[in-house]
């Protein structure tokens, strides 16, 4: 079956040795021939990678011809701080923030705001939205964020965070597609019409993800396991990988997906390899 081509982005992290450096830059420069809509680069737990993100989204304005999203969180920082480093990356020509709640710093369990912080991502959408006129993508969660009581309450906070004035959603990753539609009929269904785009992980390193998942609250289904169960060859892995997203995003392109969001993790293999299968190659 023929699908329209979708829209594609990706997501990088900022490396933290000279060793990870040249490996994210060699995965930037291999995948940005296929010219995704944006590519983001994230912010630690705590704030923690706040300069590394900044030199890595100046370095892909610089060296690049691809449009970087600044993750920004409200974690650590005081208002004023947090409108510094969104003020510094409209001067460095940035215009689009991923503006996430983030989580606490390493060792500290839940969550709490800054005294004078920005206290929920919603306030620091609108915050953003005071200093320039950013693009503002934010997270959603097919399977409900692990703090929220309900689906309600996590949509409701949803909306609060489009009123402030965010264009786009972006999914936590899953691999059930049924739950990424169950939640899109929800979300339509309480009148929130932008676009809420599929987070994609290809699955690089089973045990990673099943530790990953078990911290962000994103379920890792028995079928899933049984698919990487006994592979030992990291070429088979990585085969399968492949076949999994695939039949992932092709799933939900017949669902009328129009967008797809790549969590590389710093690795261009896997994601041209699924976007080959989906017919988009370097122009």
Not at 64 to 73: D, G, V
Not at 234 to 255: G, W, Y
Request: some cysteine; overall charge positive.
């Amino acid at each position: 079956m023929n699908h329209p081509t979708p829209r594609i982005s990706f997501e990088f992290f900022p490396p933290k040795s000279t060793e990870m450096e040249t490996k994210l830059w060699d995965a930037i420069k291999a995948l940005e021939p296929l010219h995704p809509a944006f590519v983001s680069v994230t912010y630690g737990a705590g704030g923690g990678t706040r300069e590394r993100t900044h030199h890595t989204v100046k370095r892909i304005i610089q060296e690049t011809a691809l449009k970087p999203a600044a993750h920004l969180t409200c974690v650590a920082a005081s208002r004023e701080e947090v409108d510094q480093v969104a003020r510094d990356y409209w001067a460095a020509g940035v215009r689009h923030i991923v503006a996430l709640r983030g989580d606490p710093p390493q060792g500290i369990a839940n969550y709490m705001p800054h005294p004078e912080g920005y206290r929920y991502s919603s306030e620091l959408v609108a915050g953003l939205k005071r200093i320039g006129n950013f693009e503002i993508s934010v997270a959603a969660f097919p399977e409900k964020h692990p703090e929220s009581k309900s689906f309600e309450a996590d949509i409701d906070y949803l909306k609060q965070k489009i009123d402030a004035g965010a264009t786009r959603a972006i999914t936590q990753y899953f691999f059930d597609t049924e739950l990424y539609l169950r939640f899109i009929d929800r979300v339509r269904k309480a009148g929130i019409a932008i676009p809420v785009v599929p987070g994609i992980l290809p699955v690089g390193n089973f045990t990673q993800v099943v530790k990953f998942s078990a911290m962000c609250g994103a379920s890792v289904p028995q079928w899933l396991a049984q698919k990487f169960e006994g592979l030992a060859d990291p070429a088979a892995k990585n085969a399968m990988a492949v076949s999994v997203a695939l039949e992932q995003c092709r799933a939900l392109l017949t669902q009328g997906v129009t967008d797809l969001h790549f969590y590389t993790l710093n690795r261009a293999d896997l994601t041209t390899a699924i976007c080959k299968g989906l017919s988009i190659t370097s122009k």
